[in-house]
Nanobody, 126 residues
Framework: QVQLVESGGGLVPPGGSLRLSCAAS????????VGWFRQAPGKEREGVSC????????YYADSVKGRFTISRDSAKNTVYLQMNSLKPEDTAVYYC???????????????????WGQGTQVTVSS
C-alpha cells in the first residue's frame, strides 16, 4: 500500500524552528520528485519546496528561500523540511507529495502530484 505520512508539526514561537518529516511506505522515494506544500485557511495550496529525483535539484518558493531546507534520507525512505526563522505567515497545514514524472519546479509551481500525505499542522505564534 502506497502511503506518505507527515510528522513534526506543532506550535512554535516566531523565530523558532521545526523539522517536518515525510516517510514513505509501499514505494521508494528516491525514484520520485518530492515536495512540501502548505495551505492556510482561506488560501490556495502553494508549493513550498520540492526536490527532484536523480540529480536532486531543489526548488524553493521566494517566501521561504534562505529559511527552509529540503533534504532526503534514502536509508529511511524519508524527506525532510527544515524550517528556521519561522514567521506567523508560515502557519498552515503542510503536506508532502510525490510524483514519478514531474520535476521539482513543475511540481511546486503546479501544486500537482500523484501521491499525497494527510498533512501536519504548523502554527507560528507567541
Amino acid at each position: 500500500q502506497v502511503q506518505l505520512v507527515e510528522s513534526g508539526g506543532g506550535l512554535v514561537p516566531p523565530g523558532g524552528s521545526l523539522r517536518l518529516s515525510c516517510a514513505a511506505s509501499g514505494f521508494t522515494l528516491d525514484y520520485y520528485a518530492v515536495g512540501w506544500f502548505r495551505q492556510a485557511p482561506g488560501k490556495e495550496r502553494e508549493g513550498v519546496s520540492c526536490i527532484s529525483s536523480g540529480d536532486g535539484s531543489t526548488y524553493y518558493a521566494d517566501s521561504v528561500k534562505g529559511r527552509f531546507t529540503i533534504s532526503r534520507d534514502s536509508a529511511k525512505n524519508t524527506v525532510y523540511l527544515q524550517m528556521n526563522s519561522l514567521k506567523p505567515e508560515d502557519t498552515a497545514v503542510y503536506y508532502c507529495a510525490a510524483d514519478s514524472i514531474m520535476s521539482d519546479q513543475a511540481m511546486c509551481v503546479s501544486s500537482r502530484a500523484r501521491y499525497w500525505g494527510q498533512g501536519t499542522q504548523v502554527t507560528v505564534s507567541s
